[in-house]
């Protein structure tokens, strides 16, 4: 897929506001299936959840909304310079070697990356070099800014290992749902800024799950006063959150 139209006469790819205005529509429209790529990327690379999930805190939280606020003439490099779908497939990927080298004791390797990318990005063939200087940018835009301690990730796995110690009902808990809601909150851009309080989020997906996936026969567990204390959160704030994510959890899926 192309940035813009054929039929859409260059002279408006030489004026910076309009080509402003039709990238942003462009990065909005391909934000989910690129997102969903990525997802079906981290399952296919049998990547573990916590490389999945940086991968996703770099791309999702800082590089696609910072290329999205580019100016047409601070992109100088062809992957960037338009913006294809195919190449944010491409620094998806991306995002998950950088989370791969990290957290992995044997980090993915860009033969292994390729063979995806041939297999799946249909538009463009990227050649290792392509990967080499992807990832170059892709650092470039994070300001090399690659930290993982303060994603919601980390703040939900500690919870549930936490309420696992004090309570029995920590066991019933699906920690497989709370990454469906992950993967769902992330996928959607209504709810994409709810991973700038990762702490409050990771509070909330957690009592969310509690209340979709625990026998209400065991709910005598005061989780939400639990959590208020573990993570220092308000009460008010941690139910308005759940509420938003329930109502999208349990909502049709309109793409």
Same mark, same amino acid.
């Given at each position: 897929m192309h940035l813009f139209p054929s039929d859409i006469h260059f002279s408006i790819l030489e004026d910076p506001f309009q080509y402003q205005i039709m990238r942003n529509e462009f990065c909005s429209t391909v934000r989910t299936p690129v997102l969903d790529f990525l997802i079906k990327s981290a399952q296919q690379l049998e990547v573990p959840p916590i490389v999945k999930y940086a991968g996703l805190s770099f791309f999702a939280e800082r590089f696609y909304p910072i290329i999205s606020r580019f100016k047409q003439d601070s992109l100088g490099h062809w992957l960037l310079q338009p913006v294809r779908e195919s190449n944010l497939q491409l620094f998806a990927l991306i995002s998950i070697w950088i989370s791969s080298k990290i957290h992995d004791s044997h980090p993915l390797s860009v033969k292994k990356l390729k063979t995806v990318a041939d297999k799946i990005i249909q538009e463009q063939h990227y050649t290792t070099r392509d990967f080499a200087d992807a990832e170059v940018i892709f650092m470039q835009v994070l300001d090399f800014e %690659?930290?993982?301690?303060?994603?919601?990730?980390?703040?939900?796995?500690?919870?549930? %290992?936490?309420?696992?110690?004090?309570? %029995?009902?920590?066991?019933?808990?699906?920690?497989?749902? $709370? =990454?469906?809601? =992950?993967?769902?909150?992330?996928? &959607?851009?209504?709810?994409?800024?709810?991973? *700038? *309080?990762?702490?409050?989020? #990771?509070?909330? %997906?957690?009592? #969310?799950?509690?209340?979709?996936?625990? /026998? &209400?026969?065991?709910?005598?567990?005061?989780?939400?006063?639990?959590?208020?204390?573990? =993570?220092?959160? &308000?009460?008010?704030?941690?139910?308005?959150?759940?509420?938003?994510?329930?109502?999208?959890?349990?909502? /049709? $899926? *309109?793409?």
């Open positions: %690659i930290g993982t301690s303060n994603i919601a990730y980390r703040f939900l796995e500690d919870l549930v %290992i936490q309420l696992k110690e004090v309570a %029995i009902v920590g066991y019933h808990l699906n920690f497989e749902v $709370c =990454m469906d809601i =992950m993967d769902l909150l992330y996928e &959607k851009e209504e709810t994409s800024d709810l991973y *700038s *309080s990762p702490r409050s989020l #990771a509070a909330s %997906i957690l009592v #969310a799950s509690y209340v979709v996936t625990v /026998p &209400k026969q065991t709910w005598e567990f005061p989780i939400l006063p639990w959590v208020k204390h573990e =993570m220092g959160i &308000k009460e008010e704030e941690i139910i308005e959150v759940v509420r938003d994510i329930l109502t999208h959890v349990l909502q /049709p $899926c *309109s793409w």
